[in-house]
């Protein structure tokens, strides 16, 4: 059995032949029985099984976690295996990658699982009219071809050296070909636990298949239920009440209160999850470089950490490669508070003065419009008036973000760098959420991403930071570890995955009752 790192995989070049051969790793200690109960924030009422429009915990958790399975997956110790596709290998440009897959899997269904299926969800992220954050992924595909019932080639339009990585994006769900939109509505996947209700914005019950490909290496749980609990201090009181097994995002301010419960464990991992305020970089005044240098020098980027963070997490430089990334740039000058430069700024702007509005929620992250206050008190003494708009918890995601020209979000961060940057810079892609559009940084995207050599690509993702840091329209003023909970009575493997919240959103698999 091999696995191959993120570095090991850029290390030995695609050229190597088979880049990954993979299983899962035997627990003996974890046993089987009992029902999981999660309480998850990020619901909506218009929640679905179909993984184009999913975009927090609570869908991911159901869908990814749960139900469905992807291609590849990033493991807890961040190795890419393996899930639905055994092993995969590339030609030295790294444009025609073959997947071999798995075979013996059926759908919840009773469907065999094989290439027509992986070829026909693929297609569904560039169908016409198709709004998925996972477009630019798929777009990258010129060519698919069924070399056998299990075996997929697929070829690209330019060389992708990460390409295994993306295919394990949680919007990249498998599906039954010719049985998609039924797949859709009764939730039909691969996964561990079959659909047995899925009430939008409220709740998800699942059973544990029998005789699943997984057997003895994950799924321990009998019946999982994932509650949909967006009010942080409800979900803090569940657990602390013994009501749920499980809570994601816990709040800081109770944190003392978890601690001292003996039937609570906090279990918290450093990734590249990163709080953000996008201005949409063509409308004004964002549209002006001035004006976003002036907000960027007025914000206090340590006080946040310190009090909206509690000291859980980084201060961020307004980018979104994270400590966690290969090519994270650790020696960039570092944007600090200073009032004098924001003023200059709005001069050389043309202003005495700036009024602008920030639309905040805590649906956007904990602490969300505690940050907009404290950036709100900070820039007064640079002449800007942030007038903070509280906007409600259901609907933020799809009434104000990418709507309105100054908001709030959150990004997990990706596995890697090209991943991060497609999936929120590249212009014109469904989640470019401040619509960033700079030929430079377009030009640099394409080159790094066929660069099989290391050094070069570090060179590129650096100037590609540092282009975002200083002329970029997200202030990115943080980096929030992932802190959630759980009832003690829990137990899991060694490591705990830091590439998303509940343990790569994948705890409903990998952890069980001791």
């Given at each position: 059995?091999?696995?191959?790192?993120?570095?090991?995989?850029?290390?030995?070049?695609?050229?190597?032949?088979?880049?990954?051969?993979?299983?899962?790793?035997?627990?003996?200690?974890?046993?089987?029985?009992?029902?999981?109960?999660?309480?998850?924030?990020?619901?909506?009422t218009s929640d679905s099984w179909d993984g184009r429009t999913h975009s927090d915990a609570f869908m991911i958790n159901c869908a990814q976690g749960a139900v469905f399975d992807c291609l590849t997956e990033v493991s807890a110790t961040g190795e890419l295996v393996g899930e639905l596709a055994e092993s995969w290998e590339a030609t030295p440009d790294a444009k025609t990658w073959t997947f071999n897959l798995r075979q013996g899997v059926t759908f919840h269904n009773g469907k065999a699982f094989g290439a027509d299926d992986v070829i026909e969800s693929l297609n569904m992220h560039?169908?016409?009219?198709?709004?998925?954050?996972?477009?630019?992924?798929?777009?990258?595909?010129?060519?698919?071809?069924?070399?056998?019932?299990?075996?997929?080639?697929?070829?690209?339009?330019?060389?992708?050296?990460?390409?295994?990585?993306?295919?394990?994006?949680?919007h990249i769900l498998m599906y039954p070909a010719g049985q998609i939109e039924e797949a859709i509505a009764k939730g039909i996947g691969t996964g561990l636990y079959m659909n047995v209700n899925l009430d939008p914005g409220v709740r998800f019950v699942g059973k544990r298949v029998d005789s699943h490909y997984k057997d003895g290496r994950a799924g321990w749980f009998d019946e999982l239920e994932i509650i949909?609990?967006?009010?942080?201090?409800?979900?803090?009181?569940?657990?602390?009440?013994?009501?749920?097994?499980?809570?994601?995002?816990?709040?800081?301010?109770?944190?003392?209160?978890?601690?001292?419960?003996?039937?609570?464990?906090?279990?918290?991992?450093?990734?590249?999850?990163?709080?953000?305020?996008?201005?949409?970089?063509?409308?004004?005044?964002?549209?002006?470089?001035?004006?976003?240098?002036?907000?960027?020098?007025?914000?206090?980027?340590?006080?946040?950490?310190?009090?909206?963070?509690?000291?859980?997490?980084a201060v961020g430089n307004d980018h979104p490669i994270g400590p966690a990334n290969q090519y994270y740039a650790k020696d960039l000058p570092q944007i600090e508070l200073d009032l004098d430069k924001a003023k200059y700024h709005l001069k050389q702007a043309g202003m005495d003065s700036l009024n602008v509005d920030l639309h905040v929620s805590d649906a956007a992250f904990n602490g969300a419009v505690d940050t907009a206050q404290l950036f709100q008190a900070t820039a007064k003494g640079a002449g800007i008036n942030i007038n903070v708009v509280q906007e409600p918890a259901d609907g933020y995601w799809s009434n104000v973000w990418l709507k309105q020209p100054w908001c709030a979000s959150y990004y997990s961060g990706r596995?890697?760098?090209?991943?991060?940057?497609?999936?929120?810079?590249?212009?014109?892609?469904?989640?470019?959420?401040?619509?960033?559009?700079?030929?430079?940084?377009?030009?640099?995207l394409y080159a790094g991403r066929k660069?099989?050599?290391?050094?070069?690509?570090?060179?590129?993702?650096?100037?590609?930071?540092?282009?975002?840091?200083?002329?970029?329209?997200?202030?990115?003023?943080?980096?929030?570890?992932?802190?959630?909970?759980?009832?003690?009575?829990?137990?899991?493997?060694?490591?705990?995955?830091n590439n998303f919240q509940l343990d790569g959103s994948r705890l409903a698999e990998r952890w069980w009752f001791s």
């Open positions: 059995m091999t696995r191959i790192s993120r570095r090991g995989l850029l290390r030995s070049g695609a050229a190597a032949g088979v880049l990954a051969a993979t299983g899962f790793p035997l627990m003996a200690q974890a046993k089987r029985g009992g029902k999981l109960r999660m309480a998850i924030n990020g619901a909506n560039v169908a016409e009219g198709a709004k998925s954050a996972a477009q630019p992924i798929v777009a990258n595909i010129a060519e698919m071809k069924k070399l056998g019932d299990h075996q997929v080639q697929m070829v690209l339009k330019d060389g992708n050296a990460d390409f295994p990585f993306l295919l394990s994006d949680y949909a609990v967006n009010d942080t201090s409800a979900r803090m009181s569940a657990l602390l009440t013994g009501q749920v097994d499980v809570v994601n995002r816990i709040d800081f301010k109770t944190e003392p209160l978890l601690k001292a419960n003996p039937k609570t464990m906090i279990f918290e991992v450093t990734g590249n999850q990163h709080y953000t305020l996008p201005m949409l970089s063509d409308v004004a005044p964002f549209d002006n470089l001035d004006v976003r240098l002036a907000l960027k020098h007025a914000v206090d980027r340590q006080e946040l950490v310190n009090k909206v963070l509690q000291g859980h997490g596995a890697t760098e090209d991943w991060m940057f497609s999936t929120a810079y590249e212009a014109g892609v469904p989640w470019n959420e401040s619509h960033w559009d700079d030929p430079r940084f377009q030009e640099l660069e099989l050599d290391s050094d070069k690509r570090r060179a590129i993702y650096h100037e590609m930071q540092e282009i975002l840091s200083t002329r970029g329209s997200t202030v990115i003023p943080m980096y929030a570890n992932y802190v959630d909970a759980a009832s003690t009575a829990l137990a899991h493997g060694e490591n705990i995955g």
